[in-house]
């Protein structure tokens, strides 16, 4: 059975860091591209990042380029998400999610907190 | 950059009755190989989002049969044969063919009457 668990979210002041993890289970991690999304308080879901197979290919919405990293582990089926900057806008649950060509986002997280307030 | 306009944004619907979600693209769907591409998810109240649909019209497993999707280009929809309670919540539309950029629609509620 598939799992992905985040970890790693909490309070940080504005313009501080913070760094998510998932970890993967129940499938060929190194198979499949992964993503984050967010969902801010009250609000949609918002695609933030993704990453290829191996590492090699990154995208990124446009509001976070420049201040997120996404990476991944594939020896320890586990994906992360460097925040640096952090902005009041920023505040959201987090999820990690599958990611397949064409098919994406068949698999969730149950998500991880990030408030960013002083 | 592709929008996804949903309509409407708020459901009420009454138990046993049909309903129908829009979802709007500002971009056609359609994929070089001729098929739109296009997923749409559930959300329940204090879970994560759930996959319902992919490639437009696919059920995922376990998703029961009175959820349907339809559509082709920067048309969509998806439609509940009779809601029942547990269909409350929040559903979005996704656009895929643009991968691997993906955005959202802003979600419609659906509530029972």
């Known amino acids: 059975e598939v799992h992905l668990v985040e970890s790693g979210g909490g309070l940080v002041q504005p313009g501080g860091s913070l760094t998510l993890s998932c970890e993967a289970s129940g499938f060929t991690f190194s198979d499949y591209w992964m993503s984050w999304v967010r969902q801010a308080p009250g609000k949609g879901l918002e695609w933030v990042a993704n990453?290829?197979?191996?590492?090699?290919?990154?995208y990124y919405v446009d509001s976070v380029k420049g201040r997120f990293t996404i990476s991944r582990d594939n020896a320890k089926n586990s994906l992360y998400l460097q925040m640096n900057s952090l902005r009041a806008d920023d505040t959201a649950v987090y999820y990690c999610t599958r990611d397949q060509w064409l098919v994406p986002f068949d698999y969730w997280g149950q998500g991880s907190l990030v408030t960013v307030s002083s | 950059d592709v929008v996804m306009t949903q309509s409407p944004l708020s459901l009420p619907v009454t138990l046993g009755q049909p309903a129908s979600i829009s979802c709007r693209s500002s971009?056609?769907?359609?994929?070089?190989?001729?098929?739109?591409?296009l997923n749409w998810f559930q959300q329940r109240p204090g879970q994560s989002p759930r996959r319902l649909i992919y490639k437009v019209s696919n059920r995922d497993s376990g998703v029961p049969d009175r959820f349907s999707g339809s559509g082709s280009g920067t048309n969509f929809t998806l439609k509940i044969s009779r809601v029942e309670a547990e269909d409350v919540g929040v559903y979005y539309c996704m656009q895929v063919t643009h991968w691997p950029l993906y955005t959202f629609g802003q979600g419609t509620k659906l509530e029972i009457k």
């Open positions: 990453i290829n197979v191996d590492g090699s290919e990154k």
């Open positions: 971009h056609s769907l359609i994929y070089s190989d001729g098929d739109s591409y």
